[in-house]
């Protein structure tokens, strides 16, 4: 009964290489998220879908690319690794926006991506 | 830009004593305010929320907010070791329509040392 999941739990990959990341909530909530902890343990968001309408892009590299097939999935494709791409991605959900009044986020268990 | 602002830590408190972490922020329209705990290697847990001013309590957790001076803190009494974790404080920040943001601390480092 896992409530935000996501998978792979860990991605090795190289240099160049596409790679993509799965996520699911059965929360029945409407807004989910893509944030990047770096190795400072700093999260920072990448992307947001309310609806499966994208609302926050932050300023990522458009070799992240995010899709919301459905109110319940979110995937993050990315293309051409980095080095500086390493970091846990973790996927979160929310019933409504996090702007809005008391709409705590639920995270998934992150995927550590390291890239070689 | 939107910030919150924590101390880095690391926070050590000897079993049994109280830990009290701070956290400062820059959006004077911000009203729901967090509480995560981050356990090495695991994703954020959400502990504590609180949206008016004063405390709010919960078992050996409190959250105390005040909104004039931007400043929320969360209390743990009688530390345990299990408490060692970092703990990142949250922020909403809504800019209108359907943006805005949860807007997330560096966190801080606690130990609690048996």
């Known amino acids: 009964d896992t409530a935000v999941s996501q998978t792979p739990k860990y991605l090795v990959t190289q240099m160049g290489n596409d790679k993509s990341i799965k996520c699911e909530q059965n929360?029945?909530?409407?807004?989910m998220y893509w944030y990047k902890q770096d190795s400072k343990k700093f999260l920072k968001i990448m992307f947001s879908?309310?609806?499966?309408?994208?609302?926050i892009n932050e300023t990522v590299p458009n070799r992240f690319s995010p899709k919301s097939p459905d109110k319940a999935h979110l995937n993050l494709h990315i293309n051409s690794l980095e080095l500086g791409d390493s970091a846990v991605y973790f996927c979160?959900?929310?019933?409504?926006?996090?702007?809005?009044?008391?709409?705590?986020?639920?995270f998934g268990n992150g995927t550590r991506l390291t890239v070689t | 830009q939107k910030e919150v602002e924590q101390n880095s830590g690391p926070l050590s408190v000897p079993e049994g004593a109280i830990a009290s972490l701070n956290c400062t922020y820059s959006?004077?329209?911000?009203?729901?305010f967090f509480w995560y705990r981050q356990y090495s290697g695991k994703s954020p847990e959400l502990i504590m929320s609180i949206y008016s001013n004063g405390d709010k309590e919960d078992g050996r957790f409190t959250a105390q907010l005040n909104k004039a001076s931007q400043y929320v803190s969360l209390l743990i009494r009688d530390s345990q070791p299990s408490d060692s974790a970092t703990y990142l404080c949250a922020v909403n920040v809504f800019y209108g329509g359907s943006q805005g943001n949860l807007i997330f601390g560096k966190g801080t480092k606690l130990s609690v040392k048996p």
């Open positions: 979160a959900s929310s019933q409504v926006p996090t702007g809005y009044y008391n709409s705590p986020l639920h």
């Open positions: 879908y309310n609806n499966k309408e994208l609302i």
């Open positions: 959006d004077r329209g911000s009203q729901s």
């Open positions: 929360l029945g909530h409407d807004t």
